[in-house]
């Protein structure tokens, strides 16, 4: 049994990723905490620090969370892009820069990309962006983490659980369930596989 810190615990992608680490011992956080062990802000390296540390030992983190703003490209403003960046690309980045301090030997990082990287949807550039570019750091990053830690990336389509708020959006998709999702983040925790993408879609 592994502790698996899960970030974005509270959401739809966060409870899908847990349906696949039911084995584990869980420890949730969130923005919010609401209803989580602990509260973490992953744009704030002081907050994922203070997080790494209230956990103590730990054997894997999974971040299910990454917000990001939807306009079209002509009308994104600086500010928008700023607000993507610090969260689907730096707040992830940091959470491995700043975890691999505190991870047991051996560890792994499972981040969050999105379909949208490879079926791009109108006003949506900045999600497709900063998803393509989280993938492309993983691939890179795996190669230079100490202490043989990995690093995954989780590239899923939209949730059946969340096609009411999504499905609009994004017509001739196909969801999947979160418990399809959650085998490709148990598949990153209890496999051997680093710097790898793994795509869920229908």
């Not at 691939?139 to 659980?161: D, F, G, M, Q, S």
Request: charged share 15%.
């Amino acid at each position: 049994m592994k502790t698996v810190i899960v970030i974005g615990a509270s959401g739809k992608m966060g409870q899908a990723a847990m349906t696949g680490l039911g084995h584990h011992r869980i420890v949730t956080a969130s923005q919010s905490g609401n209803g989580c062990d602990h509260k973490v802000d992953i744009t704030d390296p002081s907050s994922l620090h203070a997080l790494f540390k209230a956990v103590g030992t730990f054997d894997a983190v999974v971040n299910a969370v990454g917000y990001c703003e939807y306009a079209p490209f002509v009308e994104m403003t600086d500010e928008q892009w700023h607000t993507t960046i610090n969260s689907k690309l730096l707040g992830q980045m940091n959470i491995v820069k700043i975890g691999s301090r505190y991870i047991s030997e051996g560890g792994s990082f499972t981040l969050i990309s999105g379909i949208l990287s490879l079926k791009p949807i109108p006003m949506a550039i900045a999600d497709a962006t900063t998803s393509g570019a989280i993938e492309t750091f993983a691939k890179c990053v795996a190669h230079e983490l100490p202490r043989a830690i990995r690093v995954n990336v989780i590239n899923p389509t939209v949730l059946e659980e969340s096609w009411d708020v999504y499905g609009e959006m994004m017509p001739g998709f196909q969801p999947v369930p979160g418990s399809l999702v959650g085998k490709a983040f148990q598949r990153s925790v209890d496999g051997f596989i680093t710097g790898q993408i793994l795509t869920v879609d229908a």
